[in-house]
């Protein structure tokens, strides 16, 4: 269907529609469909850029549930336009504390999106900093897990590291506990994404207490789980505990890497615990995790603030002579990222 018919039968469906339209939306009736008609039949745009214009004034003069209305009915007639409308419509929406347009727009582009850009998750959760709706938050957790496609799981997963992502971890936990009493349940990529906010935020225990519950799921953790806690223990200093989790790695089979290696090793040598870092040094080369230059200097530094000069000098000529051998910038990231 031409574009121009197409704009036609929104205007004589408008009215059936019409008792939807919140009252600040009333003044938009019939000649403002009739511009967007004449913007149409006169602009040497395309479809897609008319529409778009269009859309946009109707976000910028507050008519959001036409504006609304206008990208359900094009998205129908598969007249597609850019995610950053939605996105636009979205913001709008959580500015003037629109939830119910909020979620059907959200809804509406996982629709005509499948694989949406992290911005429309983001643009979500800003519009809920505004916005103290938990219940609506809830309901839309649970329409989304009724999705058969694209993955509801994944959709969750991105709207939870969303929420994470702009500080409102009430909220992502909000949703992940909603998930565990739906059919939709929690896979690995959430309780990472779960424990990893948690660890940002210095909430250890609870973040043990989400690793810990990974079995009672029946859930096996991967090098991102075990590396994920390591990170935050290592980094509020409960490097006991690292020693622990190490050891459950090996168990099942995960070995350290070399950024994990670099990072504990690094972290035991400036807590004073030399013989912890340099049993781990040993490790490492055990396993034939090459050393980087980074290793070295950290053990060098270490030993000489203790002291152990002789030691210092042993450590750096061993990464002098094995300067052609040393791992580079390329072995520095993590597994699974």
Same mark, same amino acid.
């Given at each position: 269907?031409?574009?121009?018919?197409?704009?036609?039968?929104?205007?004589?469906?408008?009215? $059936?529609?019409?008792? $939807? &339209?919140?009252?600040?939306?009333?003044?938009?009736? !019939?000649?403002?469909?009739?511009?967007?008609?004449?913007?149409?039949?006169?602009?040497?745009?395309?479809?897609?850029?008319?529409?778009?214009?269009? @859309?946009?004034?109707?976000?910028?003069? %507050?008519?959001?549930?036409?504006?609304?209305?206008?990208?359900?009915?094009?998205? =129908?007639?598969?007249?597609?336009?850019?995610?950053?409308?939605?996105?636009?419509?979205? =913001?709008?929406?959580?500015?003037?504390?629109?939830? =119910? @347009?909020?979620?059907?727009?959200?809804? !509406?582009?996982?629709?005509?999106?499948?694989?949406?850009?992290?911005?429309?998750?983001?643009?979500?959760?800003?519009?809920?900093?505004? &916005?103290?709706?938990?219940?609506?938050?809830?309901? *839309?957790?649970?329409?989304?897990?009724?999705?058969?496609?694209?993955?509801?799981?994944?959709? /969750?997963?991105?709207? &939870?590291?969303?929420?994470?992502?702009? %500080?409102?971890?009430? #909220?992502?936990?909000?949703?992940?506990?909603?998930? #565990?009493?739906?059919?939709?349940?929690?896979?690995?990529?959430?309780?990472?994404?779960?424990?990893?906010?948690?660890?940002?935020?210095? $909430?250890?225990?609870?973040?043990?207490?989400?690793?810990?519950?990974?079995? !009672?799921?029946?859930? @096996?953790?991967?090098?991102?789980?075990?590396?994920?806690?390591?990170?935050?223990? +290592?980094?509020?200093?409960?490097?006991?505990?690292? /020693?622990?989790?190490?050891?459950?790695?090996?168990?099942?089979? @995960? $070995?350290?890497?070399?950024?994990?290696?670099?990072?504990?090793?690094?972290?035991?040598?400036?807590? %004073?615990?030399?013989?912890?870092?340099?049993?781990?040094?040993?490790?490492?080369?055990? +396993?034939?995790?090459?050393?980087?230059?980074?290793?070295?200097?950290? /053990?060098?530094?270490?030993?000489?603030?203790?002291?152990?000069? =002789?030691?210092?000098?042993? &450590?750096?000529?061993?990464?002098?002579?094995?300067?052609?051998? *040393?791992? %580079?910038? #390329?072995?520095?990231?993590?597994?699974?990222?």
């Amino acid at each position: 269907m031409p574009l121009f018919a197409c704009i036609t039968e929104v205007l004589s469906n408008y009215k $059936q529609v019409s008792t $939807q &339209i919140s009252p600040e939306d009333e003044e938009f009736r !019939d000649e403002n469909w009739y511009q967007i008609l004449n913007a149409i039949e006169n602009a040497p745009m395309s479809a897609r850029e008319i529409c778009s214009s269009q @859309i946009s004034k109707l976000c910028e003069s %507050g008519n959001l549930s036409a504006a609304a209305r206008l990208l359900q009915f094009l998205r =129908e007639r598969n007249i597609f336009t850019a995610p950053n409308l939605y996105n636009t419509l979205m =913001e709008v929406a959580g500015r003037r504390n629109d939830v =119910e @347009i909020l979620c059907q727009v959200f809804k !509406d582009l996982i629709l005509y999106c499948k694989s949406l850009p992290s911005t429309s998750y983001l643009t979500l959760a800003r519009a809920f900093s505004r &916005i103290n709706e938990p219940l609506c938050l809830l309901q *839309l957790t649970t329409e989304i897990s009724e999705l058969k496609y694209p993955s509801n799981t994944v959709v /969750l997963n991105r709207l &939870i590291s969303a929420f994470a992502e702009c %500080g409102q971890s009430d #909220k992502a936990l909000m949703i992940f506990y909603k998930i #565990k009493s739906l059919k939709c349940e929690p896979d690995l990529v959430t309780y990472n994404t779960i424990m990893d906010m948690l660890g940002r935020a210095g $909430q250890t225990d609870e973040m043990l207490n989400k690793f810990a519950s990974l079995k !009672d799921a029946g859930i @096996i953790p991967d090098f991102v789980s075990f590396n994920t806690i390591l990170n935050h223990l +290592r980094r509020k200093g409960r490097l006991d505990l690292c /020693l622990v989790c190490l050891k459950d790695m090996s168990a099942i089979g @995960i $070995q350290p890497d070399l950024l994990t290696y670099t990072a504990l090793i690094s972290s035991f040598g400036q807590s %004073g615990n030399i013989e912890e870092a340099l049993r781990l040094f040993n490790e490492m080369k055990t +396993r034939q995790i090459r050393p980087s230059v980074y290793v070295y200097r950290s /053990l060098v530094n270490c030993l000489k603030k203790m002291g152990k000069l =002789e030691l210092a000098m042993t &450590i750096l000529e061993e990464m002098n002579a094995s300067t052609g051998n *040393l791992a %580079g910038p #390329k072995e520095f990231k993590w597994k699974g990222r």
